[in-house]
DNA sequence: TTGCTCCTCACGTCACGTGAGGTGGC
DNA sequence: TTGCTCCTCACGTCACGTGAGGTGGC
């Protein structure tokens, strides 16, 4: 929950992990990591294109997650060269489809979800049925007790050796 | 189904609808449609962007699905500014933004249809169990036949008022 | 002092739109 | 003949990247 520094062990690499939002590259750094002339940077804050924070002096500072945002424009501009204006839209775009396939997975999960439990509903009613109509002699005593209004009730009924389905 | 031509009524109109994928407009009347230079039109052509039918003297013939096609493109151009390369990406992003909301609506639908199916089946099941174990004397004779082997059975039982419930 | 930062201004390049110019068939 | 079509070539404009130039604080 942190977004103090923090180490993640694992993932094939030994470096210091930096949380992703945190400001961590002044420009001339940022630049290169993102194979870019620091002045396009500066010209990208501008166009509102990237925003990254400020020292307390004023000096830029990128985060890991804006490095990445730079380097998702230079190779929209660079190999698909598009304008500023296209990468803005894109961006936007491929958020918004982002967005789109969280909400098809978890829409699949739920069916997937609501299916076992429709599954197990059915199988627990079918148990309660079967449960009902042993045959005769089956068992020593069967007490079935009426009750009065003729409504739903359930009647427990000791099973000796009860039917089990794969999982339940 | 048939690409022929067909009027469609209503619609507020009563201009004669054509097949939107016919091709039907020469280059000045398409371009003057989109609001672009026919010369425009060419050169979106040979970029890709759009491909007329041709008639078998070569003449360009625009669609109505073309035009609009056009006219998507001119708003993302000239207003929102973005160049070829752009349009391009964006009219493919925005494809796959489209076929994405389908899918979720598809999703959605076959939820509610999986959860309607599924309270019917209880609804069902609770019926049969209900009439299992009416209280004693409620009808007249109610016989349990008993089956050898003492596994699942279904007995029908004659009921005398059936609780009916919404459509089934 | 060196090497960074900040900023503004200016210029070169390239994409795009469109006009010109010449051709051909209803 | 007029007005469209086809095509190619060329030029003006604008966006973008980047270099220069001057400032200031570790």
């Known amino acids: 929950?942190?977004?103090?520094?923090?180490?993640?062990?694992?993932?094939?690499?030994?470096?210091?992990?930096?949380?992703?939002?945190?400001?961590?590259f002044m420009i001339s750094v940022a630049?290169?990591?993102?194979?870019?002339?620091?002045?396009?940077l500066r010209m990208y804050e501008v166009r509102g294109l990237i925003t990254p924070k400020r020292s307390p002096k004023g000096t830029r500072l990128y985060s890991q997650a804006d490095v990445e945002r730079l380097r998702k424009i230079q190779r929209l501009t660079t190999?698909?060269?598009?304008?500023?204006?296209g990468v803005e839209t894109v961006l936007e775009l491929e958020d918004r489809l982002q967005k789109m396939r969280?909400?098809?997975?978890?829409?699949?999960?739920?069916?997937?979800?609501m299916e076992r439990q429709m599954e197990a509903e059915v199988e627990r009613m079918k148990r309660s049925l079967r449960a009902e109509i042993v045959p005769y002699g089956a068992y020593e005593t069967t007490e079935l007790r009426p009750r009065g209004d003729g409504r739903d009730q359930t009647v427990k009924i000791p099973v000796e050796r009860p039917t089990r389905r794969r999982r339940s």
């Not at 630049?31 to 396009?40: I, K, N, S, V």
């Not at 190999?79 to 204006?85: H, M, Q, T, V």
């Open 79 to 85: 190999e698909e060269g598009l304008n500023l204006a």
């Open 31 to 40: 630049a290169e990591l993102a194979d870019m002339h620091p002045q396009t």
């Open 1 to 24: 929950m942190s977004a103090r520094r923090r180490r993640t062990t694992g993932e094939g690499s030994d470096a210091v992990r930096i949380a992703e939002t945190r400001g961590v």
């Open 102 to 113: 969280a909400e098809v997975s978890k829409l699949r999960a739920e069916a997937a979800e």
